[in-house]
């Protein structure tokens, strides 16, 4: 049985929003039945021990596109989790401009980890992330910010970094800032091609942004930050199931088929090599899951971040090299500069106490 347990339901395919490097596939009018999504709810209980927690994402397409749905499976999470002595954590990843009724108060669930799209300002955030007719959407999403702001409420926003947009990401900091935001995970387009020189422009946004996080400590948490901080602290890492790649860890699609991660699903062909075995409704949980090959590139054995570095994540290795266990260049490059940056911000105090110290002994 397992202590904590991963269910992303991608309840729809539709989208309202065209983003021109979304990587799920066609806009198709396909939702998940009601069956489909509460198949997957039992069986994950059901691997669960008692005093588990049982996390669901949902997933799309934009999911709130299925506000009621979401309202309806998490009534039916609830009652399931409650009677088992187990406990419900909820995710949801929304791109900010979808403010019915309904949707708000999927938001505002008390157990929701909320997170809105938003790659910054509109420069930036339109380039890519449009309407159907080509419409930027970037004053819906800042007003769905900063309505969230105005009331409190907890949330990440995730901000896609790619090759044409890698340089402005610390004045997309900055401008979340301004909105009132303290949560930030950047997000690299792992399905674009990224060149040597795109590389070197990458870290440098990342030691520049660093900076900026260094000086907003603690009223801003950035996720590339954070995590290397904790690691140079020497904090105990609490072992999640995510990742666990079909272990821990499911994603559904709306046809029933299964996958050890939802960023694999896309279009949920048929055909795709990454679909697990069977179908939602063949088993009654998910305790026969294998584990996955974990790193294995030769050149991660000698190098001196191996037990630091986050490239253990089989689902970016296969997008970037089709291989679950090897990771690429972008991958490690990204990894290596977020420590560095993260080491020199942390240190910066120290640096400039030695810069004046030796200032006053020359004076």
């Known amino acids: 049985m397992y202590a904590n347990f991963e269910l992303t339901l991608m309840l729809t395919h539709a989208c309202n929003l065209r983003c021109d490097y979304c990587y799920t596939g066609a806009k198709v009018e396909k939702t998940m039945p009601m069956s489909v999504a509460r198949k997957a ?29 979401i309202t309806n499976l998490v009534r039916f999470a609830r009652q399931l989790t409650q009677t088992r002595d187990q406990r419900l954590s909820l995710a949801l990843t929304t791109n900010g401009t979808i403010v019915s009724r309904e949707a708000w108060a999927v938001m505002m669930t008390p157990e929701l980890e909320l997170s809105i799209s938003c790659d910054g300002a509109a420069s930036v955030h339109d380039r890519h992330r449009l309407t159907a007719s080509g419409r930027g959407t970037a004053a819906k999403v800042h007003r769905t910010i900063r309505r ?11 901000a896609v970094v790619r090759p044409d947009t890698v340089e402005q990401l610390p004045e997309t900091i900055a ?3 301004s909105l009132g935001v303290t949560r930030i995970q950047p997000s690299l387009d792992l399905w674009t091609q990224w060149s040597a020189d795109d590389i070197r422009r990458l870290e440098r946004a990342v030691e520049k942004s660093a900076k900026l996080w260094r000086r907003a400590i603690p009223e801003l948490g950035i996720s590339w930050f954070d995590a290397k901080a904790g690691m140079l602290a020497g904090a105990k890492i609490e072992k999640s199931s995510r990742c666990g790649f079909g272990n821990g860890e499911i994603a559904v699609a709306p046809s029933g088929r299964m996958y050890p991660c939802e960023r694999l699903i896309g279009e949920d062909r048929p055909s795709n090599p990454m679909a697990l075995s069977g179908d939602i409704f063949d088993g009654s949980d998910f305790l026969n899951g294998s584990e996955s090959p974990s790193r294995s590139h030769d050149s991660c054995d000698d190098c001196a971040m191996a037990g630091e570095c986050d490239t253990v994540c089989r689902c970016s290795n296969y997008v970037r090299t089709g291989n679950v266990a090897e990771p690429d260049g972008l991958l490690c490059a990204l990894n290596q500069a977020c420590m560095t940056a993260t080491a020199n911000a942390l240190n910066e105090p120290v640096q400039l106490s030695i810069r004046m110290q030796n200032q006053g002994a020359m004076s």
């Not at 059901?46 to 799309?60: D, Q, V, Y």
């Not at 009331?151 to 995730?158: A, E, H, K, N, Y």
């Open 41 to 69: 709810i039992v069986r994950s209980i059901a691997s669960l021990s008692p005093g588990g927690t049982l996390n669901i994402g949902f997933f799309g397409g934009e999911p709130l596109l299925c506000a009621p749905t």
């Open 148 to 158: 969230l702001v105005s009331i409190d409420r907890d949330f990440w926003v995730i």
């Open 175 to 177: 401008f979340l800032q």
